[in-house]
């Protein structure tokens, strides 16, 4: 018995797809473009040859191409998605400004870019530069198109124009920073707690600002230790010791033994008197 010949089922690329299986000699199949491709003309047809082959021509399939459909964002660039085909990738990657993120889309065989977007967060503008003394501001953790505030801290004064200004953070094209003019402050003065005019001591705090210490001496003749002013942020001079200058003490023991006197327990600027004993004369009075 003799039975048609069959023709093995062809091997195509996979841009084709065929009902050509089982096909025995001289009759015919369909090939058609596969899905993710788009036929360019009519669908093609192949005879089963005496040879056990298929003959006829293949049609002509492009690959089918994906619409960028990725939101157009400052956040991040959507270009790479341009022109993308079946089974073509590209990146989606976060702006300068943001935080870096990136994440891969494909083209799917129904020509969709599936796949999530990136999430792409403000990079903080760095305020790093307003850590000083004089300044005290709201600018941690703003980020692009927000507004913060520097201001004299206690202890310091606007030197000039108000003690308060705004800063915004602003993207300038490859960072955020904050813009903006800084206030002027310097270290206020103190005008309360410090020492008053006296004349057994000297100091210097005639002017004394903010942070800054200065010293009372007391003056020959007097002693006591020796106290300093520092001065505080709300304008008044803190001392450091409650020890005032008083007159220091003579020795008594200079004096020559043989002379009576009353100069025991004698501080600097009294007076006492010197004598001779009983049956001494003096040469010349002393006081």
Do not use: M
Not at 74 to 95: R, S
Not at 183 to 208: I, K, M, V
């Amino acid at each position: 018995t003799c039975e048609p010949l069959t023709c093995s089922p062809p091997q195509l690329a996979a841009r084709y797809a065929h009902d050509c299986t089982g096909i025995t000699l001289g009759k015919s199949c369909t090939v058609d473009c596969a899905q993710g491709y788009e036929l360019d003309g009519g669908l093609s047809r192949l005879r089963c040859s005496i040879d056990g082959s298929f003959q006829g021509d293949l049609p002509s399939c492009s690959p089918v191409q994906c619409a960028n459909t990725v939101p157009k964002d400052p956040a991040f660039e959507k270009t790479p998605c341009d022109g993308l085909i079946y089974q073509g990738q590209c990146d989606v990657t976060c702006n300068p400004g943001f935080q870096a993120n990136t994440t891969t889309l494909s083209c799917n065989s129904q020509g969709a870019l599936i796949g999530t977007l990136p999430l792409c967060q403000f990079v903080p503008c760095d305020g790093s530069h307003l850590d000083r003394p004089e300044w005290l501001n709201t600018c941690g953790g703003v980020v692009n198109g927000q507004n913060c505030s520097v201001f004299c801290a206690r202890g310091y004064e606007a030197a000039a124009g108000a003690g308060l200004e705004q800063l915004s953070c602003i993207f300038t094209g490859s960072s955020v920073e904050l813009l903006g003019q800084l206030p002027s402050c310097t270290a206020s003065p103190c005008t309360e707690g410090l020492p008053l005019p006296s004349d057994r001591a000297t100091n210097n705090c005639s002017e004394l600002f903010f942070q800054e210490k200065c010293i009372e001496n007391c003056i020959e003749g007097y002693t006591g230790t020796t106290p300093h002013f520092v001065c505080a942020s709300d304008g008044t001079a803190t001392r450091d010791s409650n020890s005032f200058c008083r007159p220091e003490e003579c020795d008594s023991k200079v004096l020559p033994s043989l002379l009576l006197h009353t100069c025991e327990n004698v501080s600097f600027g009294e007076n006492c008197y010197a004598y001779c004993p009983p049956g001494y004369v003096a040469e010349a009075l002393a006081t």
